[in-house]
Nanobody, 124 residues
Framework: QVQLVESGGGLVQAGGSLRLSCAASGRTFSSYALGWFRQAPGKEREFVAAISWSGANTYYADSVKGRFTISRDNAKNTVYLQMNSLKPEDTAVYYC?????????????????WGQGTQVTVSS
């Protein structure tokens, strides 16, 4: 079992930045990969970024590549999502999740534990 708690969301103007955090407890944090997803009203949950257990490998959706950075601190049991140059279309609830190990890091079905989400709103 893994418990995840996201924080750091809020309201920001277009072009601004936010850093999301996801604190994990339960299973050994350094034993699993993690991902960030987002879901806007009326839309399906979509992949944003993922990071391997060691942090050596990272993956991004094309829509956020070059603007968002995923990182992790295994000593603090925390994964981060640094979001720069935010756009109104980034508005969504952001979720962190634990990868089940299937290898399909871009699919929400590959994740078996989820946080409650944190709202990010970008105004134009």
């Amino acid at each position: 079992q893994v418990q995840l708690v996201e924080s750091g969301g809020g309201l920001v103007q277009a072009g601004g930045s936010l850093r999301l955090s996801c604190a994990a407890s339960g299973r050994t944090f350094s034993s699993y990969a993690l991902g960030w997803f987002r879901q806007a009203p009326g839309k399906e949950r979509e992949f944003v970024a993922a990071i391997s257990w060691s942090g050596a490998n990272t993956y991004y959706a094309d829509s956020v590549k070059g603007r968002f950075t995923i990182s992790r601190d295994n000593a603090k049991n925390t994964v981060y999502l640094q979001m720069n140059s935010l756009k109104p279309e980034d508005t969504a609830v952001y979720y962190c999740a634990v990868d089940s190990g299937s290898g399909t890091y871009y699919s929400p079905y590959a994740y078996d534990y989820w946080g409650q989400g944190t709202q990010v709103t970008v105004s134009s």
